[in-house]
């Protein structure tokens, strides 16, 4: 298999097909610190692509409660489980280099009647049943009967956890669906990086689903072809009437009620690096900051969707799922900077792609300590701007105060 270089395990890999990258990349950073599961996003997508016969059990977008919740059921957990077998081990990095196969390696090396070229598992129509089993449980506590409390919680600590995970397709730059198709009838979209299945050449072989890690490419039976989120890709060409031919972020970001989802397009090196772009706002959160990290990094596809990782969640547990970043991510966001708090006010205050941003300062307006480090807030303004470099949006750190007058209590 080619060698290709994957910046996310911070080392080379086996892929079935050499590097080719798009001039720019399809990418998003959801916080998860501020998703309240409300699935409006879900619903969004639902209403606008999969509403039809057939589609009946497919979420292109789904939020499952974790850490048991999952759509397909124990998507994470089954994968995991077959990488751990073929590492022997759980997965292990050295000074920021994954040092276990992805799913891509560890196929090379998979002995059987049926060769795979991807390691996966194709999940059973009991398990795409439930888009939100488990729903808002939370983990057992630790001692008492089956792990659970005789006391029960107390505020101001509670003893157990959940969190909210939004997922769509990650857009990856190796895709495992892409690689495992035999049709070939899976492509990446030079322009912006969108995956996409012809669902002309597509003849429902489904080693897409199977090999997809994230459980992201859907059969539909009554066509008998597979389907997947495909971007809203005339949104991000543009061609949404509303936009006036300006780059727009997809239903799912747009209607994001917890407001914890920013979308955007990177510029892509020849080899798969984003070429530097200071000043774009998820290049910061990613790049620059490093308060997002992928999902699941050790799987080997680079996905392109990124995390913030949820602050009250054992680090174990985030570390399997976000990779070694997540210790640096949390002292960040819990402590942030002038400039990681002013693009933290960006998230879903427009519809359009933010291209760029520029902050102009503002006054000091608060000052103390959090977590055991000195924090201070500046009433900084924000501007985003659009690809034709036109304003798009201009906020401020601090919310605006509404005083009511005297005379008219009741209005704003
Ligand atoms: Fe393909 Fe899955 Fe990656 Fe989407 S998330 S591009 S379906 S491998
Ligand atoms: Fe659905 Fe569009 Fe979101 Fe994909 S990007 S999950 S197609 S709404
Ligand atoms: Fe979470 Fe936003 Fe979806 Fe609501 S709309 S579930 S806050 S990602
Ligand atoms: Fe290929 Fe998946 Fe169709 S493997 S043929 S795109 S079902």
Known sequence: ???????????????????????????FV??????????????????????????????????????YGGYPQSWDIKILKLLEEANGEPQRWDKGVYQGKTIFEAAEQHIGPEPQRVLGYLPTDEEWRFPNIYE????GYAGGAWGLSNEGATLPEHKTWFFYLARICNHCTYPGCLAACPRKAIYKRPEDGIVLIDQKRCRGYRKCVEACPYKKAMYRPSTRVSEKCIACYPRIEGKDPETGGRPMETRCMAACIGQIRLQGLVKMNKDGSWVEDRYNPIYYLVKMAKVALPLYPQFGTTPNGFYMPPRWVPRGYLKQMFGPGVDEAIAKYLAPDRELLAVLQLFRRTNRIIF?????????????????????????????????????????????????????????
Not at 6 to 23: A, D, I, K
């Open 136 to 139: 808002d449980t939370s983990t």
């Open 1 to 27: 298999m080619p060698k290709v270089f994957n910046w996310q395990l911070g080392r080379e890999m086996s892929y079935p097909y050499e590097e080719h990258h798009p001039q720019r990349q399809f990418a």
């Open 30 to 67: 959801f916080n998860l610190n501020r998703c309240i599961g409300c699935q409006t996003c879900t619903m969004a997508c639902k209403s606008t692509w999969t509403f039809s016969k057939g589609q009946e059990f497919m979420w292109w977008n789904n939020v499952e409660t974790k850490p």
């Open 356 to 412: 760029r941003y520029e902050i102009q300062e503002g006054p000091k307006v608060y000052e103390t300590t959090t977590h055991g480090k000195p924090f201070v807030m500046y009433n900084d303004t924000i501007i985003g701007y659009g690809e034709d470099g036109k304003e798009l949006v201009r906020t401020q750190v601090e919310e605006p105060f509404h005083i009511r007058p005297a005379t008219h209590q009741n209005s704003i």
